[in-house]
């Protein structure tokens, strides 16, 4: 009886931490093969690629299309406390044209800033968000 109440607490344990997300910051690196393997192209860390603000994000920054051929950046901020003032940069220097739909194309998750060409598709926005990865 002994050893069957130890061994469900080891499984109730086990169980528990599936699934548990850790606390470490998204970064580029961690996220980029994902997005890869979900069928994004174009897939890129590079500077010149990513655009000035991602540039300088703390973790990195990435630019990459969707499956939908639907265009994002994402900056990687060192945590949740700078990403509204990457929002305001991001704010700052879009284009007319997307300044106009900004709050449709912009989000967040915990560190990372996501800007999107277009508002995604559903399928697009989940398979990023599952890709964001430390």
């Given at each position: 009886m002994r050893s069957t109440a130890l061994l469900l607490g080891v499984v109730v344990l086990l169980a528990a931490g599936c699934g548990a997300?850790?606390?470490?910051?998204f970064t580029a690196a961690g996220t980029a093969?994902?997005?890869?393997?979900?069928?994004?192209?174009?897939?890129?860390?590079?500077?010149d690629k990513v655009g000035f603000i991602a540039s300088f994000a703390t973790n990195g920054g990435l630019h990459a299309v969707s499956p939908d051929?639907?265009?994002?950046?994402?900056?990687?901020?060192?945590?949740?406390d700078e990403v509204e003032s990457t929002e305001r940069a991001f704010r700052k220097a879009a284009p007319p044209l997307i300044r106009a739909h900004l709050s449709d194309v912009l989000r967040s998750d915990r560190n990372a800033v996501v800007v999107w060409t277009t508002s995604p598709s559903d399928d697009d926005a989940s398979a990023l968000s599952g890709c964001l990865s430390p």
């Amino acid at each position: 009886m002994r050893s069957t109440a130890l061994l469900l607490g080891v499984v109730v344990l086990l169980a528990a931490g599936c699934g548990a997300r850790t606390s470490k910051p998204f970064t580029a690196a961690g996220t980029a093969p994902c997005l890869k393997s979900k069928g994004f192209t174009g897939v890129s860390r590079a500077a010149d690629k990513v655009g000035f603000i991602a540039s300088f994000a703390t973790n990195g920054g990435l630019h990459a299309v969707s499956p939908d051929n639907n265009a994002v950046t994402v900056a990687f901020t060192a945590d949740p406390d700078e990403v509204e003032s990457t929002e305001r940069a991001f704010r700052k220097a879009a284009p007319p044209l997307i300044r106009a739909h900004l709050s449709d194309v912009l989000r967040s998750d915990r560190n990372a800033v996501v800007v999107w060409t277009t508002s995604p598709s559903d399928d697009d926005a989940s398979a990023l968000s599952g890709c964001l990865s430390p």
